[in-house]
């Protein structure tokens, strides 16, 4: 979200050609894009925090989860290079969990590949 953040602030003040570049569509493509990706993962995440709670979480669902987490964050921390200041949110696991954290993108994008 900070990434998604960042780079909606950015678009709103830079400005190209007199007016900011949040009013052209290539970049109001991306950032849908960006909150779309972010909007995905975290239903995912709400949805094995259920299964979880039920007993009924397994391995292939945090795998699956894992997988599809780190793909998406790929595609919004690269987007932010196109429109804005280098930031990314990540996705990571801990103790079978999976949290958000704020680093910075060139670091995120290292260890993600």
């Known amino acids: 979200m900070g990434a998604y953040e960042h780079a909606l602030a950015y678009a709103q003040h830079r400005e190209q050609f007199g007016k900011p570049i949040g009013k052209f569509q290539l970049v109001q493509d991306l950032l849908v ?5 972010i909007t995905a993962s975290l239903c995912m995440v709400v949805r094995l925090s259920q299964l979880q709670d039920r007993g009924k979480l397994k391995d292939e ?13 790929r595609e919004t921390s690269d987007s932010p290079e196109n429109c804005s200041e280098p930031t990314a949110f990540c996705w990571t696991t ?4 999976l949290l958000l954290m704020l680093k910075p993108f060139t670091r995120t994008r290292a260890r993600a590949r």
Do not use: D, I, P, Q
């Not at 669902?61 to 964050?73: G, I, R």
């Open 33 to 37: 894009k960006m909150l779309g990706n």
């Open 61 to 73: 669902h945090a795998s699956l989860a894992k997988a599809f987490c780190t793909v998406k964050m």
């Open 94 to 97: 801990r103790s079978g969990a």
